[in-house]
């Protein structure tokens, strides 16, 4: 699982999580995505799930703060280059949040979303551990 928080990695609950045998990662702090968004001037989330997208292109995404993250997975998507097992697509704001929502609504991916600008990553994180408690029941 990919996440573009580290607020997000923080709230998933990792034994039920680990129970299926995953974890879930989350770049966006790391140096290398740093270096990387300063030298393209692109967003450290773009980076996060560029890089993420690299090594599981096939996971699930937790997306909860940054449109320009969930923008950067569905052109990934469209490239060929991501194949997410389902998106959990909630970001949050003013600028860019509900149309980037929009955008995933269009998309062929299998989603999980909230229309308007609300969300943000305790959604996406309430929404992941709904998931895993119902699938471990």
Same mark, same amino acid.
């Given at each position: @699982?990919? $996440?573009?928080? *580290? @607020?997000?990695?923080?709230?998933? *609950? !990792?034994?039920?999580?680990?129970? %299926?045998? /995953?974890?879930?990662?989350?770049?966006?702090?790391?140096?290398?995505? &740093?270096?990387? $968004?300063?030298?393209?001037?692109?967003? &450290?989330?773009?980076? *996060?799930? &560029? &890089?993420?997208?690299q090594k599981y292109p096939d996971a699930? %995404?937790?997306?909860? *703060?940054?449109?320009?993250?969930?923008?950067?997975?569905?052109?990934?998507?469209?490239? =060929?280059?991501?194949?997410?097992?389902?998106?959990?697509?909630?970001?949050?704001? %003013?600028?860019?949040?509900?149309? #980037?929502?929009? $955008?995933?609504?269009?998309?062929?991916?299998?989603?999980?979303?909230?229309?308007?600008? !609300? =969300?943000? #990553?305790?959604?996406?994180? /309430?929404?992941?551990? $709904?998931?895993? !408690?119902?699938?471990? #029941?």
């Open positions: @699982m990919v $996440a573009d928080t *580290n @607020m997000i990695l923080s709230g998933i *609950n !990792k034994g039920l999580l680990g129970s %299926f045998g /995953a974890q879930v990662v989350c770049l966006v702090a790391d140096e290398e995505t &740093r270096t990387v $968004a300063e030298a393209e001037g692109l967003t &450290r989330s773009m980076v *996060n799930i &560029r &890089r993420a997208v699930v %995404f937790a997306i909860g *703060n940054a449109p320009t993250a969930l923008y950067e997975l569905l052109r990934l998507v469209e490239a =060929g280059e991501a194949r997410p097992s389902l998106v959990v697509g909630v970001p949050v704001g %003013f600028v860019e949040a509900a149309e #980037s929502k929009e $955008a995933l609504l269009e998309s062929a991916v299998p989603y999980i979303t909230i229309r308007g600008r !609300k =969300g943000g #990553s305790t959604v996406a994180v /309430a929404i992941i551990n $709904a998931i895993l !408690k119902l699938a471990g #029941s």
